[in-house]
Nanobody, 117 residues
Framework: QVQLVESGGGLVQPGGSLRLSCTAS????????MGWYRQAPGKQRELVAS?????????ANSVKGRFIISRSNGKNRVNLWLQMNSLKFDDTAVYYC?????????WGQGTQVTVSS
């Protein structure tokens, strides 16, 4: 059974930091590249960071140098994190984890990140 659970979002001031967490349950995730996606109001969901099972990372230009993705693999489970620093108003969105760069057609509930003064 596949399950994606995100947490760690919240309200933060510009320049602040947050650390998002994801637990991806299911054997399919351990050997897959995983990523963090976000969807801002009125915008399409976008991939902001990805990390392969071998350790290769990719970041969207908008978050490069500010966000860091990491993961740990367990039996039938992947834990994924996103350290977000120097947050900006434009980072406000619901954040999701999923396989990357082509997500599975199954999404968790996401975690809301709001950057506001």
């Amino acid at each position: 059974q596949v399950q994606l659970v995100e947490s760690g979002g919240g309200l933060v001031q510009p320049g602040g930091s947050l650390r998002l967490s994801c637990t991806a349950s299911g054997s399919i995730f351990s050997t897959s590249a995983m990523g963090w996606y976000r969807q801002a109001p009125g915008k399409q969901r976008e991939l902001v960071a990805s990390l392969s099972s071998s350790g290769n990372t990719n970041y969207a230009n908008s978050v490069k140098g500010r966000f860091i993705i990491s993961r740990s693999n367990g039996k039938n489970r992947v834990n994924l994190w996103l350290q977000m620093n120097s947050l900006k108003f434009d980072d406000t969105a619901v954040y999701y984890c999923n396989v990357a760069p082509t997500a599975y057609d199954y999404w968790g509930q996401g975690t809301q990140v709001t950057v506001s003064s």
